[in-house]
């Protein structure tokens, strides 16, 4: 398992840098914060990201891929935290596009994935259903009727999920809501009668969805792989994008970092620079170590899903560790960032508070740091 990147990943991390500070910094965010219009992101930032081959890095060759692995998507999305940049990039290749990947028939695949790559069609997962993520209480209904499927129900805190070209939406074909099995997934186009995408609004200010299903009809074909066997290849999805959003998380707080020692060393009083003062030095000094660990941890996520030797349970043991131990070190990282920049940390003029609630909503995303205390310790006992 490496715990460092190698001379590859190194090079297409300094090109995702220098590529989102030129054309996507913190700035440009903002404008499109003010804009609030759909889908949330440039669209001519996502193609050329796209022209990057940013897309194909998680897919294997023979589907269009490059191949590269998560390990690959790691240094991408730690650009993406430090510019705070918005893109489809979690939602629809990391997450739909495993799942197309993971489950999909190749009559499912072939048209979708191609796009996907292409950057010409998005995929949205549809998944929770209540305010904290919980992917085993699935129980939005999946009927079976004459030809196909019928669903039933609501999904919100859909990602990326208005003007998406389809979504893929998690429902209950069998079981009870907590049951891993009974869960299957469905290609629902985007213009299917009775489905519609609200929108709703969190604080980070990005492209957020409601999906009210009612009366969907869906054939056969709809349905990605076997009815009420979804749950491997969605668990395997949700890890990738957890571990994502860990690498995301952790290049936001090593950049909130480095604005927050740029202040110590400027901002004066008592004549002094406020970063002699051997009080704020010895937080600094703690911050820096909480980053130097979530490094790790970060790192062995990745690596754990590209690690073919590994249990399915190690492999969720290390992704849950990564989203925690992200989540817990930016949330201490922009706490001490407003309290060290004092009052003006909490207001609109600085981009602290872009950070910190960017922060706020990818830590609870895929699962909070309560989720994955309690996933790691679920994982851990099957071990045993």
Same mark, same amino acid.
């Given at each position: 398992?490496?715990?460092?990147?190698?001379?590859?990943?190194?090079?297409?991390?300094?090109?995702?840098? %220098?590529?989102?500070?030129?054309?996507?910094? +913190?700035?440009?965010?903002?404008?499109?914060r003010?804009?609030?219009q759909?889908? $949330?992101?440039?669209?001519?930032?996502?193609?050329?990201?796209?022209?990057?081959?940013?897309?194909g890095?998680?897919?294997?060759?023979?589907? $269009?891929?490059?191949?590269?692995?998560?390990?690959?998507?790691?240094?991408?999305?730690?650009?993406?935290g430090?510019?705070l940049?918005?893109?489809?990039?979690?939602s629809?290749?990391?997450? $739909?596009?495993?799942?197309?990947?993971?489950?999909g028939?190749?009559?499912?695949?072939?048209?979708?994935?191609?796009a996907?790559?292409?950057?010409? &069609?998005?995929?949205?997962?549809?998944?929770?259903?209540k305010?904290?993520?919980?992917?085993?209480?699935?129980a939005?209904?999946?009927? *079976?009727?004459?030809?196909?499927?019928?669903?039933d129900?609501?999904?919100?805190?859909?990602?990326?999920?208005?003007?998406?070209d389809a979504?893929? +939406?998690?429902? &209950?074909?069998?079981?009870?809501?907590?049951?891993? @099995?009974?869960?299957s997934?469905?290609? +629902?186009?985007?213009?299917?009668?009775?489905? @519609?995408?609200?929108?709703?609004s969190?604080?980070?200010?990005?492209?957020c969805?409601?999906?009210?299903?009612? *009366?969907?009809?869906?054939?056969?074909?709809?349905?990605?792989?076997?009815?009420?066997?979804?749950?491997?290849?969605?668990?395997? *999805?949700?890890?990738?994008?957890?571990?994502?959003?860990?690498?995301?998380?952790?290049?936001?707080?090593?950049?909130?970092?480095?604005?927050?020692?740029?202040?110590?060393?400027?901002?004066?009083?008592?004549? +002094?620079?406020?970063g002699?003062?051997?009080?704020? @030095?010895?937080?600094?000094?703690?911050?820096?170590?909480?980053?130097?660990?979530?490094?790790?941890?970060?790192?062995?996520?990745?690596?754990?899903?590209?690690?073919?030797?590994?249990?399915?349970?190690?492999?969720? &043991?290390?992704?849950?560790?990564?989203?925690?131990?992200?989540?817990?070190?930016?949330?201490?990282?922009?706490?001490?960032?407003?309290?060290?920049?004092?009052?003006?940390?909490?207001?609109?003029?600085?981009?602290?508070?872009?950070?910190?609630?960017?922060?706020?909503?990818?830590?609870?995303?895929?699962?909070?740091?309560?989720? @994955?205390?309690? &996933?790691? $310790?679920?994982?851990?006992?099957? %071990?045993?």
């Amino acid at each position: 398992m490496s715990l460092v990147y190698s001379d590859e990943q190194r090079l297409l991390a300094d090109s995702a840098h %220098e590529f989102l500070a030129a054309r996507s910094p +913190v700035a440009a965010q903002r404008q499109l914060r003010d804009l609030a219009q759909a889908p $949330g992101y440039d669209r001519q930032l996502w193609q050329e990201a796209v022209g990057l081959g940013w897309t194909g890095i998680p897919f294997p060759e023979a589907l $269009g891929g490059l191949d590269f692995g998560c390990m690959g998507l790691g240094p991408i999305f730690e650009a993406i935290g430090k510019n705070l940049s918005a893109s489809p990039l979690l939602s629809s290749v990391v997450l $739909g596009g495993s799942l197309l990947h993971l489950a999909g028939s190749p009559a499912q695949q072939d048209p979708w994935l191609t796009a996907l790559i292409s950057g010409e &069609r998005r995929l949205a997962l549809a998944l929770d259903e209540k305010p904290r993520h919980d992917p085993a209480h699935t129980a939005l209904a999946a009927t *079976a009727v004459p030809g196909g499927y019928r669903l039933d129900g609501d999904k919100y805190f859909v990602i990326d999920g208005l003007g998406a070209d389809a979504y893929l +939406v998690a429902a &209950r074909t069998a079981g009870q809501a907590g049951e891993e @099995q009974g869960v299957s997934l469905f290609l +629902v186009p985007a213009d299917t009668p009775g489905l @519609q995408a609200n929108a709703l609004s969190l604080i980070d200010s990005r492209n957020c969805a409601w999906l009210r299903l009612n *009366a969907v009809h869906l054939g056969e074909d709809a349905l990605l792989g076997s009815a009420g066997a979804a749950w491997a290849a969605l668990d395997e *999805a949700l890890d990738r994008g957890r571990v994502c959003l860990a690498a995301e998380m952790l290049g936001a707080a090593e950049q909130l970092f480095a604005m927050t020692l740029e202040y110590l060393k400027t901002r004066v009083q008592f004549d +002094v620079p406020i970063g002699s003062f051997q009080a704020l @030095q010895h937080r600094a000094a703690r911050l820096y170590v909480e980053l130097q660990l979530a490094r790790s941890a970060v790192m062995a996520g990745l690596s754990a899903l590209d690690d073919g030797t590994l249990s399915a349970s190690e492999r969720g &043991r290390l992704v849950s560790l990564a989203k925690w131990k992200a989540g817990e070190t930016a949330a201490q990282v922009s706490n001490e960032t407003v309290q060290m920049h004092g009052g003006i940390g909490v207001t609109d003029e600085l981009d602290v508070g872009l950070y910190l609630k960017r922060i706020r909503v990818a830590q609870a995303c895929l699962g909070d740091s309560d989720f @994955q205390c309690a &996933r790691y $310790g679920a994982l851990k006992s099957l %071990e045993k």
